[in-house]
């Protein structure tokens, strides 16, 4: 049998069992063989590394695009020097993405530019790298879909679809005073993940003033209730990072002159 032939059954069998790095790599893997002279177990070897990394990395590539992180985010990039106040070893820890496994969830409270949505995003990104399932939400944008869904007649499938991640992000929650349906709705789905699967939440507003947030006292500490039970808090306090890019940039920020009466 010819050797274009074995080789054409050869790449027909590893597009059929989806080795799809092995296929377009064939040529240049058996010249790097030819070459090297490995043993058939070191060859082997390589051949599965090689399609298993090219595997991993699409698996991350299509988790991220799924996730819709709203931009590009590293733990590398965050300065935890500047924010002191954040437990570093405890935000490396939640992005082995261990802490799915137990449904625990994340919270962190704070000012606005101290970094919470950074971290967000990063910590959203290594829990895709670490193999499981994220979305990533504003509050706003959460909860107009969830009233939405429900003025359809299609809340359920909203809760379900909501639901389904193992973690999701909720960004800015309590920039805006939510209505009695969107807190109620919140709610349900706090409850539908509670002890099923993780949610991540950050937040300028103390759980003091939660109930200011979803206008109702009773509905906030319900909701605290289920989000701290299995929980990692983080206060993060410090410096917003706009204003010392302002300042890095050399300009001076003024307060803004008394009204005159």
Known sequence: MSTELVHARVVDHLKR?????LADRLDATLGEAARVQPTYIDFLDQLLRDEMAAKQRRRIEMGIQIAHFPSVKTLEDFDFKFQPS????????????????????????????????????????????????????????????LVDGQSKGILASRMFFYGKPKLLVVDELGYMPLERQSAH??????????????????????VTQWGQVFGDDVIAAAILDRLLHHSHTFMVQGESYRLRQKRKAGLRLHSAPPLES
């Not at 709705?185 to 507003?205: C, D, G, P, W």
């Open 17 to 21: 069992l989806r080795l799809g790095t």
């Open 86 to 145: 954040i437990d570093a070893k405890l935000v490396r820890e939640l992005a082995t993405g261990r802490f799915i496994a137990s449904a625990e969830n994340a919270l962190f409270f704070g000012p606005p530019g101290v970094g919470k949505t950074h971290l967000a995003i990063a910590l959203g990104r290594a829990v895709v790298e670490a193999g499981h399932t994220v979305l990533f939400t504003t509050a706003t944008a959460l909860l107009a879909d």
């Open 185 to 206: 709705l919140f709610f349900q789905l706090v409850s539908h993940r509670y002890e099923k699967a993780s949610m991540l939440i950050t937040t300028n507003q103390s």
